[in-house]
């Protein structure tokens, strides 16, 4: 199983950007997926994530400006009206119940990380 992430780049306060990140592999079921994002000098910190039943989870700070979907083992992070204070590497997480040999494992899995910049 792997996670490919993209979308990332540079935009100006107020703009939007949207990520991907893939999923793939004998993917038997996608538990959650989630975003996390590590600024210069900052611990990683959750952004958004979204359960299997649909039930998401945004950080405070991106409430209302980001929204996370699943759909089709892809997980998209919607960010809008940008800041600054967004600025970071974006990172994808996912649980995943997969298929190995016979059976089943269930892991963590991360996606490469993705820099999003808000500047001017």
């Known amino acids: 199983v792997q996670l490919q992430a993209s979308g990332g780049g540079l935009v100006e306060p107020g703009g939007s950007l949207r990520l991907s990140c893939v999923a793939s592999?004998?993917?038997?079921?996608?538990?959650?997926m989630s975003w996390y994002r590590r600024a210069s000098g900052k611990q990683r910190e959750l952004v958004a994530s979204?359960?299997?039943?649909?039930s998401t989870n945004y950080a405070n700070s991106v409430k209302g400006r980001f929204a996370i979907s699943i759909a089709k083992n892809t997980a998209q992070l919607q960010m809008d009206g940008l800041k600054p204070d967004d600025t970071a590497v974006y990172f994808c997480?996912?649980?995943?119940?997969?298929?190995?040999?016979?059976?089943?494992?269930?892991?963590?899995?991360w996606g490469q990380g993705t820099q999003v910049t808000v500047s001017q």
């Open positions: 997480h996912a649980d995943i119940t997969y298929y190995l040999g016979d059976g089943l494992m269930r892991e963590f899995f």
């Open positions: 592999g004998r993917i038997r079921n996608i538990n959650t």
């Open positions: 979204q359960n299997s039943d649909g």
